[in-house]
């Protein structure tokens, strides 16, 4: 195969990972043409191309999923190539065979190799008959349910439900007795179909905590194939990767050695060419030992921390080799040098089980950190902008944070202080759980297996849970001095909330003429639902700040001269800190000038701060907000029946479509029953009763629901069904936010 020269190249994506290949091509002297949605018309990847291409509108199915629409795009703007980046496209066969047709180059293996490798049943098949170690399960890929269910106990349990097509944890699920299978496969099948036209499934044996370690491979078309060394994955929270690490801390140069050889083979086998990634599972106690679980076919999110250690461009590689250049280097040229970790940044809620997250960006600092390849000892890459939508309709990573220093502690140390020094307000992210999480003494002792995560999370959730070690009444309680957050969160609240009252008898710092001054008091509501009365006396300048039971503090907020929209000098008490803040939401007031008497409100705001490298929001509630909340719990309070016993209401964790409704309206349901499912940010949300009794359901299947929206009622009284209850304004108002909404999840990300 002849080289061809790509002067234009279209990246069939968005986000970090299309201004991560813009980039490249911006350095290499290539032209980008960026693609986009109506959702990402203003987003960071539009600006930083030279040339946008609208697709349609915000649905990925309907835009970024369009393989005509995006190969027209290149077409109309001359592009040579089309680099389709991770997720979306960039396994699909049908773009490669587009890509031919329309004389376009695919950055990315042949059609063979991507079908081939997309169904994971014949790539074990083929793998081992190259005689790399698979693990025992089934190979067959159109056994249907009742097949399935017969080869499990050859299988044996645990064991993990696999759909045969995609990738990145999608549909995966864990079943640890034959009786949880049926449920098991029938999620799987729902979540392969939607996410990749195909619900075919396998089993696999689960491996209990395992490490999962992957290799990256690079091949050309002339037939060399050499691999950049290993990448620890293991840190994953259902079955998605959240933190990688190169090279390994179990893997040592022998068995780097034996698994760099193994991941050749798998390419070799289907005539890769590109760059790819062999994923393999390791047990826990015996790293030497290992099986393939799966080949992916494209650049994957980690791909920075192999770039940092070897100092290598793994875009600008996959370029040369589409462009029919040879490798320019071989095995023996491969050094790993330091030691490199990446956290990726998602927009999602940790106190609420880290539901995906959704919002606008009000304030956004990336530290002065660059991104790319060339960015060393901290990188950042990233497709954030202040003022971008972060919606439901993709995948909720926003980030990835990245460091390298020679040893592995120094690497995870720098990689703490940068996930400090980010500043994202007005959507939350799981920036403080991954500080958390790289803090944890098996984290920084390497000792990691699939299941660390799960536990770690179970652990914080014992531990805000705990009975107060201070039990005897005798013992007098320790004056506490108010979190810093709280107390710029109630300066803000206070201001926020004020009426546009004017006047010298409308003063709105508690003065009274003739009296003590009366503190203006409202309730914030925590991430985590927790409420806290605050009660501030004076202005934001200089007031006396009363958070809870804490004792009160002097504390003023001033604006700094920054070009950092939002910060301030927060002083507590005398010691001034640095503090960034937005608000949301702000609540209006007065009418709207039309004639009408009607007030003029909008929802009740959301204040946020980032301090000490640490971001809060809280949601405040004024009088009026209270007002309404306690006339929904006691609308709510009067469908019970005698004796106290109040229907439990269902409530919707995010904005979403309803999937699945797995009960009838008036059956009768257990406690941690599903009873509605929720689709958004490519996962699953099932949504259990919260009590048992009947329900009575607000939704079918199709239905757009919004935040907090009550979509079934359970009631514990009722012996058998009874008429629906009648339908009311209530029953579809948004309700404030109630950390007690049991929803458990099931990934269906695709970015991996």
Known sequence: MGTRELSTVLVANRGEIACRVIGTLRRLGIRSVAVYSDADADARHVREADVAVRLGPAPAAQSYLDIEAVVAAAVATGADAIHPGYGFLSENPALARACERAGVVFVGPSVEALETMADKAAAKRLVASHEVPVLPGTLDDGLDDAALVAASDGVGFPLLVKPVAGGGGKGMEVVRAADELPGALASARRVAAASFGHDGLLLERLVERPRHIEVQVLADTHGAVVHLGERECTLQRRHQKVVEEAPSPAVDDATRARLGEAACAVARSVGYVGAGTVEFLVPGDDPGAFWFIEMNTRLQVEHPVTELVTGLDLVEQQLRVAAGEPLGLAQGDVRLDGHAVEARLYAEQPARGFLPAAGRVLAYDDAGVPAGPGAVPLRLDSGLLAGAAVTGD????????VAWAPTRAEAISRLDGLLADVVVLGVETNAGFLRDLLADDDVRAGRLDTGLIDRFVAERSDARHAPDNVSDARVAPVARTPDGSLVA????????????????????????????????RAVLVDAAGAEHAVAVIGTPHDAVVTVDDDEPVRAS????????????????????????????????????????ERPLTAAPAVVWTHLDGRTSSCTVLDRAALAARRRAERALGDDGAAGGATRAPVRVAMPGTVSAVPVVDGDVVVAGQPVVVVEAMKMEHP???????????????????????????????????????VDTPEDHAPAPADPAVAAAHSDTRGAS
Do not use: F
Not at 394 to 401: E, Q, R, S, T
Not at 496 to 519: F, H, I, K, Y
Not at 574 to 592: E, K, N
């Open 557 to 596: 907020l001033r604006t700094r001269d920054d070009p950092v929209r939002g910060r301030h000098l927060l002083t507590v008490d005398g010691v001034t800190r640095t503090l960034v803040t937005a608000v949301s939401g702000r609540r209006a007031h007065g009418t709207p000038g039309d004639g009408s």
């Open 687 to 725: 949504l259990l009763a919260p009590i048992g009794g009947v329900v009575r359901l607000d939704v079918r299947a199709g239905d757009q629901v919004r935040l907090d929206q009550v979509v079934a009622v359970v009631d514990p009284t009722a012996e058998q069904p009874v008429d629906p209850p």
């Open 489 to 520: 969160a109630a300066l803000l609240a206070v201001d926020t909330g004020a009426p546009a009252a004017t006047g010298p008898w409308a003063a709105s710092d508690g003065w009274r003429l003739n009296g003590a001054p009366v503190p203006r």
């Open 394 to 401: 993709y995948d909720p990573m926003l980030a990835k944070a």
